[in-house]
């Protein structure tokens, strides 16, 4: 059952009983305690009812019995509890809520802190904890609101089990003599401890369904809640512990406050669009419309981070496009938001491109003569999505140590969003193909064509103990080893996948970063376009050295180690 409050209302909700035998009609009983006594103040044949005519702020508790057409009666559900309360004033919010009868899941008696900033002012009029099952406080709990910067407490209040404060939804409150006022710029951390094992906190541990749970109120974007969940277990500690995260990741401690009028636009969001185009940028951004809307919006432009900056335009629409650029220069923007009055926000996040035009390339460059590292036989798989449309005029697949091919491989194209196979092709040590860096090439028997707006996956399989694939494993010095090319044409995202059965579409997501963990390759050509070939330099292992060579020089001697067939594995020593 759940159970959720309004003005003198608590709506009830229940999933239909249907086993072992179906219900005909359901129950409804209420009591003032959670442990009883319990009256029955309905019989519905829905699994809902709303209960009216509540006092609100007082605690009600239910449970819901299911009965048959016989009028075999079920046992009771679990009880739920939650007090009804009157609307909030327009001006008010709370910053955290969690609703109401929600289970805590985690008994630590430390300091929970959540930060927050404060961009519009704001006026705390009371503090508030959480209430695990929304049926009384069984624990004495603090609250405090500190100065993220100083450490300073500027407000703190108790939460007693003989006086919790008014609950609303899942949380109780109290009043905050005098109201607290926040100005814009301050950095603040919302704080609650005394949890325990009789009255446990929330904690969502970044799980996106329990993250949805503690719902945050910007209170027209007065707040910005930021950064991540934060603890000590010394509860009389400011919590300088960094937590997994997200901003929201407790339901512990909170305010009520009210918003002030609104002096300046939000901050905007900007984006440039990617791949980069030829001698030209286009570029877009959010609207901005709390907590005061903006009229018009301020582009700069620079060819360095740090400026000089030169305002471009000053526009009211969402988007710019700016022509007229240098190929091969890079350029950075940001953007200012202004008020119909003049007022202005903080600049926006910067931006940067560097203009150039379509070229044909290797879509997944290997260095030559990189040392495989990883046996797995089944397929690896990595994603790109094709923003402008591309011609593939040739399949590869990477060839440790670039000296011929010790097992067959196959290299695929698929449509990533209905797992269509378009394109293959066979790689042996008979006829390995064309070495071009460290992989090796075979033409399409005719170009396979892809529009704008493909999501497709580039695949390989058939590694083994004699021919090994090469696993960044995320380390960064050989993340660096391996190069994209988008030809202002493609989008390298998401990250690697990969399934155990060779020659099957890899749907099991890999890691980051999107250089993948294991390579393959594509040779790709705008249609009007001829080929690149790009120039490399050649890497591999002796023992604990690393030899720098030209390619065809010396070979490196063919070693091998002990292998794991997972992919994702390190296999460096």
Same mark, same amino acid.
Not at 125 to 130: K, M, R, Y
Not at 322 to 351: R, W
């Given at each position: /059952?759940?159970?959720?409050?309004?003005?003198?209302?608590?709506?009830?909700?229940?999933?239909?009983?249907?086993?072992?035998?179906?219900?005909?009609?359901?129950?409804?009983?209420?009591?003032?305690?959670?442990?009883?006594?319990?009256?029955?103040?309905?019989?519905?044949?829905?699994?809902?009812?709303?209960?009216?005519?509540?006092?609100?702020?007082?605690?009600?508790?239910?449970?819901?019995?299911?009965?048959?057409?016989?009028?075999?009666?079920?046992?009771?559900?679990? =009880?739920?509890? +939650?007090?009804?309360?009157?609307?909030?004033?327009?001006?008010?919010?709370?910053?955290?809520?969690? +609703?109401?009868?929600?289970?805590?899941?985690?008994?630590?008696?430390?300091?929970?802190?959540?930060?927050?900033?404060?961009?519009?002012?704001?006026?705390?009029?009371?503090?508030?904890?959480?209430?695990?099952?929304?049926?009384?406080?069984?624990?004495?709990?603090?609250?405090?609101?500190? %100065?993220?910067?100083?450490?300073?407490?500027?407000?703190?209040?108790?939460?007693?089990?003989?006086?919790?404060?008014?609950?609303?939804?899942?949380?109780?409150?109290?009043?905050?003599?005098?109201?607290?006022?926040?100005?814009?710029?301050?950095?603040?951390?919302?704080?609650?401890?005394?949890?325990?094992?009789?009255?446990?906190?929330?904690?969502?541990?970044?799980?996106?369904?329990?993250?949805?749970? =503690?719902?945050?109120?910007?209170?027209?974007?007065?707040?910005?809640?930021?950064?991540?969940?934060?603890?000590?277990?010394?509860?009389?500690?400011?919590?300088?512990?960094?937590?997994?995260?997200?901003? %929201?990741?407790?339901? +512990?401690?909170?305010?009520?406050?009210?918003?002030?009028?609104?002096?300046?636009?939000?901050?905007?969001?900007?984006?440039?669009?990617?791949?980069?185009?030829?001698?030209?940028?286009?570029?877009?951004?959010?609207?901005?419309?709390?907590?005061?809307?903006?009229?018009?919006?301020?582009?700069?432009?620079?060819?360095?981070?740090?400026?000089?900056?030169?305002?471009?335009?000053?526009?009211?629409?969402?988007?710019?496009?700016?022509?007229?650029?240098?190929?091969?220069?890079?350029?950075?923007?940001?953007? =200012?938001?202004?008020?119909?009055?003049?007022?202005?926000?903080?600049?926006?996040?910067?931006?940067?491109?560097?203009?150039?035009?379509?070229?044909?390339?290797?879509?997944?460059?290997?260095?030559?003569?990189?040392?495989?590292?990883?046996?797995?036989?089944?397929?690896?798989?990595?994603?790109?999505?094709?923003?402008?449309?591309?011609?593939?005029?040739?399949?590869?697949?990477?060839?440790?140590?670039?000296?011929?091919?010790?097992?067959?491989?196959?290299?695929?194209?698929? %449509?990533?969003?209905?797992?269509?196979?378009?394109?293959?092709?066979?790689?042996?040590?008979?006829?390995?193909?064309?070495?071009?860096?460290?992989?090796?090439?075979?033409?399409?028997?005719?170009?396979?064509?892809?529009?704008?707006?493909?999501?497709?996956?580039?695949?390989?399989?058939?590694?083994?103990?004699?021919?090994?694939?090469?696993?960044?494993?995320?380390?960064?010095?050989?993340?660096?080893?391996?190069?994209?090319?988008?030809?202002?044409?493609? /989008?390298?995202?998401?990250?690697?996948?990969?399934?155990?059965?060779?020659?099957?579409?890899?749907?099991?997501?890999?890691?980051?970063?999107?250089?993948?963990?294991?390579?393959?390759?594509?040779?790709?050509? +705008?249609?009007?376009?001829?080929?690149?070939?790009?120039?490399?330099?050649?890497?591999?292992?002796?023992?604990?050295?690393?030899?720098?060579?030209?390619?065809?020089?010396?070979?490196?001697?063919?070693?091998?180690?002990?292998?794991?067939?997972?992919?994702?594995?390190?296999?460096?020593?």
């Amino acid at each position: /059952m759940t159970v959720q409050p309004g003005d003198q209302q608590i709506a009830l909700s229940w999933p239909a009983i249907t086993q072992p035998a179906p219900a005909a009609t359901y129950r409804v009983l209420r009591g003032s305690a959670a442990e009883g006594p319990f009256t029955q103040i309905a019989e519905v044949t829905e699994p809902t009812y709303l209960n009216t005519g509540l006092v609100n702020g007082s605690v009600y508790f239910y449970v819901v019995r299911g009965v048959t057409a016989g009028g075999t009666a079920g046992p009771d559900s679990a =009880v739920m509890s +939650a007090a009804p309360y009157a609307p909030l004033p327009a001006n008010q919010q709370i910053a955290y809520l969690t +609703a109401a009868s929600i289970s805590g899941n985690q008994a630590f008696g430390g300091a929970l802190g959540m930060d927050f900033d404060v961009y519009n002012a704001i006026v705390v009029q009371q503090l508030g904890v959480f209430d695990d099952d929304s049926d009384g406080l069984k624990l004495p709990l603090t609250a405090r609101i500190y %100065n993220r910067e100083t450490w300073e407490v500027l407000a703190e209040l108790y939460f007693l089990p003989e006086d919790p404060g008014v609950l609303i939804e899942g949380m109780r409150f109290k009043p905050l003599t005098p109201p607290l006022r926040l100005e814009p710029g301050f950095q603040g951390v919302i704080e609650a401890d005394g949890y325990g094992a009789e009255e446990q906190l929330f904690n969502t541990g970044g799980r996106p369904d329990d993250v949805a749970r =503690v719902v945050t109120n910007d209170g027209n974007g007065s707040l910005l809640f930021v950064g991540t969940g934060r603890y000590s277990v010394d509860p009389l500690q400011f919590p300088n512990t960094p937590d997994g995260g997200p901003a %929201n990741r407790y339901g +512990a401690g909170t305010f009520l406050f009210e918003t002030t009028a609104p002096t300046r636009p939000g901050v905007p969001v900007l984006q440039v669009l990617r791949p980069a185009e030829d001698a030209r940028a286009s570029l877009s951004w959010t609207e901005v419309t709390k907590p005061l809307a903006a009229a018009q919006y301020r582009l700069f432009r620079a060819t360095a981070a740090d400026g000089p900056w030169t305002q471009i335009t000053e526009t009211p629409a969402l988007s710019y496009q700016d022509t007229g650029l240098a190929n091969g220069i890079q350029v950075f923007y940001k953007l =200012v938001a202004v008020g119909a009055g003049g007022q202005t926000s903080p600049d926006s996040n910067t931006v940067t491109v560097t203009p150039n035009p379509r070229a044909a390339g290797i879509a997944y460059i290997n260095p030559e003569l990189p040392e495989g590292n990883q046996a797995f036989g089944g397929s690896l798989g990595m994603h790109f999505d094709v923003a402008r449309p591309i011609q593939i005029t040739k399949l590869g697949v990477y060839d440790e140590y670039g000296d011929g091919l010790f097992l067959t491989l196959h290299a695929s194209i698929w %449509n990533r969003q209905t797992r269509e196979k378009l394109a293959e092709l066979e790689f042996t040590p008979e006829n390995p193909g064309e070495l071009t860096g460290g992989s090796r090439f075979k033409p399409l028997p005719s170009p396979l064509v892809l529009p704008a707006g493909f999501q497709g996956t580039i695949v390989a399989y058939g590694y083994g103990a004699e021919e090994r694939l090469f696993n960044t494993g995320n380390r960064p010095d050989d993340v660096a080893l391996l190069a994209t090319f988008d030809g202002g044409s493609l /989008m390298f995202v998401g990250t690697s996948a990969y399934s155990a059965t060779p020659g099957e579409f890899p749907g099991v997501p890999g890691r980051r970063p999107r250089q993948p963990l294991r390579r393959r390759h594509v040779l790709l050509r +705008a249609p009007d376009r001829g080929t690149a070939r790009p120039h490399h330099r050649s890497q591999c292992r002796q023992g604990e050295d690393l030899l720098d060579r030209q390619w065809r020089s010396r070979r490196c001697p063919r070693r091998h180690r002990p292998l794991d067939p997972r992919p994702g594995r390190d296999l460096r020593h």
